[in-house]
């Protein structure tokens, strides 16, 4: 039998995973961008969030949406010290000067895609959720193999998840417009950069396939 990523989700075995999409990072108001102008603001992130808002989290939603109607996993992660002084932040974290304090609302994930009362969200402080959080035990608790994985941003904490996903024996869906970074070639080149490592659809075909799965 021939091996391949291209295997449809099997609902009791899978689980969808949304990275960062947090008040600090995808809020005008969050720590990231709090301090800038507007002008600055724009010319630096005017792109990213005209994209997010418009595709990125309605797509999310969308999926949100399917995944629970489906009786299928959902978990959350954020960027969220342990600490309310972030000393237990990575070492890279700290040189980006990334800091969200422990129960802070930048810690929280955006009210668009809040967790449900019993979904899982795992604070993080690295690039990837399978580094610096129990996520793997987690998941093979839960008789997780099928991981789809959705977030910010597509070419660093997506990307990341993806790698050690797979390198761990998950079987990776990433839902290409479902994920977004602050500029169109950025988010291309990531996607042409991770394919090998994973099975590669958009909102609309996955939607299609939980469709089909529930007839």
């Known amino acids: 039998m021939?091996?391949?990523?291209?295997?449809?989700l099997v609902p009791e075995q899978s689980c969808i995973l949304f990275i960062d999409v947090q008040n600090f990072s995808a809020h005008r108001d969050g720590g990231e961008f709090k301090d800038l102008g507007k002008a600055?603001?724009?010319?630096?992130?005017?792109?990213?969030?005209?994209?997010?808002?418009?595709?990125?989290?309605?797509?999310?939603?969308?999926?949100?949406?399917?995944?629970?109607?489906?009786g299928i996993e959902v978990m959350h992660t954020t960027i969220e010290s342990l600490t309310k002084d972030g000393r237990d932040r990575s070492l890279d974290y700290k040189i980006t000067g990334f800091h969200v304090p422990k129960g802070s609302w930048d810690g929280k994930v955006i009210d668009e895609l809040a967790p449900a009362d019993d979904e899982i969200c795992l604070p993080k402080t690295s690039s990837s959720v399978f580094v610096s959080t129990h996520i793997d035990y987690i998941l093979r608790n839960l008789g997780v193999r099928q991981l789809v994985i959705?977030?910010?941003?597509t070419d660093q904490c997506v990307e990341s998840a993806v790698r050690d996903a797979c390198d761990l024996g998950y079987l990776v869906t990433q839902v290409t417009d479902a994920c977004a970074t602050y500029s169109q070639e950025r988010h291309d080149n990531s996607l042409r950069t991770i394919k090998g490592y994973c099975r590669q659809v958009t909102t609309d075909q996955l939607l299609d396939e939980l469709k089909g799965l529930a007839k």
Do not use: C, H
């Not at 021939?2 to 449809?8: G, H, I, S, W």
């Not at 990213?48 to 995944?67: G, H, V, Y």
């Not at 959705?150 to 941003?153: D, I, N, P």
């Open 40 to 70: 600055e603001f724009e010319e630096k992130y005017g792109w990213f969030f005209k994209r997010i808002q418009s595709e990125t989290i309605p797509n999310m939603k969308r999926l949100l949406d399917a995944f629970r109607a489906g």
């Open 2 to 8: 021939e091996l391949t990523r291209n295997v449809p």
């Open 150 to 153: 959705s977030g910010l941003l």
